[in-house]
T-cell receptor
Framework: DGGITQSPKYLFRKEGQNVTLSCEQNLNHDAMYWYRQDPGQGLRLIYYSQIVNDFQKGDIAEGYSVSREKKESFPLTVTSAQKNPTAFYLC?????????????FGSGTRLTVV | KQEVTQIPAALSVPEGENLVLNCSFTDSAIYNLQWFRQDPGKGLTSLLLIQSSQREQTSGRLNASLDKSSGRSTLYIAASQPGDSATYLCAVPTDSWGKLQFGAGTQVVVTP
């Protein structure tokens, strides 16, 4: 079945540590996105990528970095510069170039600072 | 800037009652509108996608309408069941790149 796989499901980060969240899709979608979800604040866009080797900052990119070396993969690194990283992170993909495109989301990674 | 609002923020109904969830958006020049369901601690599941040229979309007990001129979409869930308990989110792309603007969601509880 086609879909998006996020791993790990739960992740714990120590102060000052960088961690990487994995996102893989087999839907052959061109675009991939990372969102952050906090209680009572809804979903906010961190980074997005339309094509391989290209990505753009979203609304809350500070303290995060991404890469897009393969069409199927869009990993997110939460760096030590992100002061409040505890949140639920969701990866998504779509094909904006198609007339009937929609979004597909992964099952999420819950990151906690310990 | 596109703003998306969902009212009410929370809703509790007895089993069997019909659910009506509202979504409003400020910029009517949308490509499409998508409704999602989110269970606690889980990712988002797509329910319905309405293209800008469509007035409504149906899937089983779910029906979503779209009125671009008034900036509104409504999700109807017929004959609600306890399994319908979840948070429902609507979202619209803000540009041709596909970035989504989400509403804050409506938390639904269906009591047996």
């Amino acid at each position: 079945d086609g879909g998006i796989t996020q791993s790990p499901k739960y992740l714990f980060r120590k102060e000052g540590q960088n961690v990487t969240l994995s996102c893989e899709q087999n839907l052959n979608h061109d675009a991939m996105y990372w969102y952050r979800q906090d209680p009572g604040q809804g979903l906010r866009l961190i980074y997005y990528s339309q094509i391989v080797n290209d990505f753009q900052k979203g609304d809350i990119a500070e303290g995060y970095s991404v890469s897009r070396e393969k069409k199927e993969s869009f990993p997110l690194t939460v760096t030590s510069a992100q002061k409040n990283p505890t949140a639920f992170y969701l990866c998504a993909s779509s094909n904006p170039g198609q007339s009937n495109y929609g979004y597909t989301f992964g099952s999420g990674t819950r990151l906690t600072v310990v | 800037k596109q703003e998306v609002t969902q009212i009410p923020a929370a809703l509790s109904v007895p089993e069997g009652e019909n659910l009506v969830l509202n979504c409003s958006f400020t910029d009517s020049a949308i490509y499409n509108l998508q409704w999602f369901r989110q269970d606690p601690g889980k990712g988002l599941t797509s329910l319905l996608l309405i293209q800008s040229s469509q007035r409504e979309q149906t899937s089983g007990r779910l029906n979503a309408s779209l009125d671009k001129s008034s900036g509104r979409s409504t999700l109807y869930i017929a004959a609600s069941q306890p399994g319908d308990s979840a948070t429902y989110l609507c979202a619209v792309p803000t540009d041709s790149w596909g970035k989504l603007q989400f509403g804050a969601g409506t938390q639904v509880v269906v009591t047996p």
